[in-house]
């Protein structure tokens, strides 16, 4: 995609790294100049002359706000690395559709912070003296860092006084840590100020704001721009605000974090991303990764490290691998670094995991047969499937019933939170239903014949199991 020259970044300046801090063991980003209003309006007539997915890449490419993406369901640890084995036919993670019982996020981040944190986010300022930091062999070190890490995957902007403040006392303890490690492994830029940090991620096509297109991004940068030149009356849309607000840029009383806006408001660093920055970027922020859909030097490079960044993900995320033939899935026990949650609550989550199911149950390959990384599924299979779970738990679970009376609606956003989860893809006018789904299918065993009225019969050899909501 075109990019403006904003959005792919400049080289970093002599006698600077790549994470807005001078080179050495400094960790503290350093002011950075005004003026940046110029850029905004280069930044805002790209948002303008591009698409809408073109403006949605374009905004993870200018700010690299977004946070990761998983799914849910820890692996079978006992065979959890199996390469020679198909998602279609390896063990299932079945789990019921209400199992989760309250929303993904950083609750658990905030909770199980260690007390030092929790007792710091009070604190933290710009006259505060840095922590210092356990000794870095130390279980406690490890552990900090791991939480901190996670804690700026999720969220990649974290303010001293934000709704992630728990864990902002123990980036900024660990700065240079993560910044170098960040930089190793992802190629991300971290910048720490004095009560704010910011993990500048990598372009992608899928995480723009939501209800955002071109002329609102262009807003957004203007106002941006704004703000980093101290020019905060001009800040005006209600929209506009929501966004800077929710940033915590802007306060609701109308002040500006001027530094703050500088900051997010500066081009990002340009990284070349190789075979092995890509893919781990992929591994990091996007729910599964599957093989054939890699480029062939991405596809060689992650074939001949399967074992290494299962480690190497399991150390510094807490993240587990769960290796099929067709690609490789990172998997948060916690079920925390993840912006939407498959399993989940609520209507969409239990309909989509429902829907998911049935599908694998109809559409496995049997396990004599090969077994393709995706499958083609026919528009009355959905119709069909959607039907039944909707006659079998709509009103029993309460779902919501502005689904249960348009199902044309309800079968869009659950299609479309399966794609966003990488559970199917389109393809043209069709859905293609991804191996990965099967393993939130029961596994095969014995045929059975399918009992709602919208089904059709089940294929020799593929059982049809129901799941309680």
């Known amino acids: 995609m075109e990019r403006h020259e904003y959005a792919s970044g400049a080289p970093a300046g002599p006698g600077r790294t790549g994470i807005g801090r001078a080179g050495g063991a400094g960790r503290l980003v350093a002011p950075a100049p005004a003026g940046l209003y110029p850029q905004a309006e280069l930044l805002a007539g790209r948002f303008a002359e591009a698409g809408p ?22 692996p079978d640890r006992s065979c959890a690395f199996s390469p020679r084995v198909s998602w279609w036919h390896g063990p299932s993670a079945y789990l019921t559709a209400a199992l989760r019982t309250g929303p993904p996020g950083y609750r ?23 922590e210092r930091s356990p000794a870095a062999g130390h279980p406690a070190a490890a552990a ?22 728990a864990g902002f006392p123990l980036i900024r303890r660990h700065a240079g840590w993560l910044a170098e490690r960040f930089r190793e492994l992802l190629g991300y830029e971290l910048t720490v100020g004095p009560g704010w940090a910011r993990l500048r991620k990598a372009p992608l096509s899928d995480r723009g704001l939501t209800g955002y297109g071109p002329a609102g991004y262009a807003e957004l940068a203007l106002a941006l721009g704004a703000l980093a030149d101290g020019r905060a009356a001009e800040v005006e849309r209600p929209e506009v605000r929501r966004v800077l607000t929710d940033w915590q840029v802007l306060a609701a009383d109308g002040e500006a ?34 093989v054939d859909e890699l480029a062939p030097a991405e596809r060689d490079w992650l074939l001949g490290r399967l074992a290494a960044e299962a480690e190497l993900f399991a150390d510094f995320l807490g993240l587990e691998a769960e290796v099929r033939a067709e690609g490789m ?20 989550a239990q309909a989509a995991l ?13 396990p004599e047969e090969a077994a393709p990384p995706a499958v083609l599924v026919p528009d009355a299979l ?44 389109r393809a043209g006018r069709a859905w293609v239903l991804r191996a990965p789904a099967a393993r939130y299918a029961p596994e095969l065993e014995q045929p059975a014949q399918g009992s709602g009225r919208h089904s059709r019969p ?10 309680s909501v």
């Open 53 to 74: 997915d073109a403006a949605h890449e374009l905004f993870t490419a200018a700010f690299g706000l977004y946070g990761a993406r998983h799914l849910g369901g820890a």
């Open 108 to 130: 658990r981040i905030r909770r199980d912070a260690p007390p030092a944190a929790q007792g710091g986010a009070a604190t933290a300022g710009r006259h505060r003296k840095p």
């Open 144 to 165: 900090e860092r791991r939480t901190a890490g996670r804690v700026l995957l999720a969220q990649p902007l974290v303010t001293a006084a934000g709704p992630h403040c």
């Open 257 to 290: 974090d001027r530094e703050l806006a500088v900051a997010l408001a500066a081009p990002p660093v340009e990284v070349a991303a190789g075979p092995g920055l890509t893919v781990r970027r992929l591994l990091a922020e996007t729910p599964v990764v599957l």
């Open 329 to 348: 899935a990172l998997l948060d026990p916690a079920d925390e670094l993840t912006d939407l949650a498959l399993p989940g609550t609520g209507t969409l």
């Open 354 to 366: 429902l829907l998911a199911e049935r599908l694998v149950e109809e559409l496995r390959p049997l």
């Open 382 to 425: 959905i119709d069909g499937a959607l039907g039944d779970i909707t006659d079998d738990y709509g009103l029993r679970a309460g779902w919501e019933p502005g689904y249960l009376a348009d199902l044309t609606a309800f079968r869009r956003d659950a299609l479309d939170l399966l794609c966003r989860m990488g559970l199917t893809a």
């Open 458 to 467: 089940a294929a020799p050899g593929q059982a049809r199991a129901r799941q």
